[in-house]
């Protein structure tokens, strides 16, 4: 069992930056792979970025490719995602999980955290 948390959220302008958190209690978070979600109101939840268990495999959605940058602290049990470049269209609640290999689609990822709000400002 793995219990994932959030947090980092806020409101941020266009162009700027945010850095968001997940933390993960439980047993063996340094085996899972670890996903990054968003869901915009009135949208399907959908993928934003996925990292291996040992770091070394990241995929991105292309909508954010090249502006997010995902990263994890097994020794923390934490996972990261820095936002650069932000737009109005990355506003959203995120979402962080867990799952036994890193991949794009949710249904892959067994534990799921609330959420954290973005909101990005024009």
């Known amino acids: 069992q793995v219990q994932l948390v959030e947090s980092g959220g806020g409101l941020v302008q266009a162009g700027g930056s945010l850095r968001v958190f997940c933390a993960a209690s439980?047993?063996?978070?340094?085996?899972?792979?670890m996903g990054w979600f968003r869901q915009a109101p009135g949208k399907e939840r959908e993928f934003v970025a996925a990292i291996s268990w040992s770091g070394g495999r990241t995929y991105y959605a292309d909508s954010v490719k090249g502006r997010f940058t995902i990263s994890r602290d097994n020794a923390k049990n934490t996972v990261y995602l820095q936002m650069n470049s932000l737009k109005p269209e990355d506003t959203a609640v995120y979402y962080c999980?867990?799952?036994?290999?890193?991949?794009?689609?949710?249904?892959?990822?067994?534990?799921w955290g609330q959420g954290t709000q973005v909101t990005v400002s024009s």
């Open positions: 999980a867990a799952g036994r290999i890193a991949a794009m689609e949710a249904q892959v990822y067994d534990y």
């Open positions: 439980g047993r063996s978070f340094s085996s899972y792979g």
